[in-house]
């Protein structure tokens, strides 16, 4: 059973930075891209990063293109999303994706496995 646990977020000012890390196991970690996906209050969940199985492709939404980083540890069955100059747009929750392809995606049908979710909330 492929479980796939968030953690890292909380309650940040405007401007700061938070790291959030997503914890894989349950299968071959490294076979397979990973995505980062958020959902506001009362909005639909969103893409928010994509990085490929060997970690050289990355993608980004452009909400956060150059304020957010996501890597990868194929060695510790981790993904991270480093996040900094954060706004108050960007509290939510954010959920860590595993897909069944080698290579990333936007879209989140495109993912078959979820993680729970941690908060992030960003004070203005």
């Known amino acids: 059973q492929v479980q796939l646990v968030e953690s890292g977020g909380g309650l940040v000012q405007a401007g700061g930075s938070l790291r959030l890390s997503c914890a894989a196991s349950?299968?071959?970690?490294?076979?397979?891209?990973m995505g980062w996906f958020r959902q506001a209050p009362g909005k639909d969940r969103e893409f928010v990063a994509t990085?490929?199985?060997?970690?050289?492709?990355?993608n980004y939404a452009h909400s956060v293109e150059g304020r957010f980083t996501i890597s990868r540890d194929n060695a510790q069955n981790t993904v991270y999303l480093q996040m900094n100059s954060l706004k108050p747009e960007d509290t939510a929750v954010y959920y860590c994706a595993g897909s069944n392809s080698r290579l990333g995606s936007r879209y989140s049908w495109n993912y078959v496995h979820w993680g729970q979710g941690t908060q992030v909330t960003v004070s203005s």
């Open positions: 990085i490929g199985w060997t970690g050289g492709i990355t």
């Open positions: 349950g299968r071959t970690f490294s076979a397979y891209a």
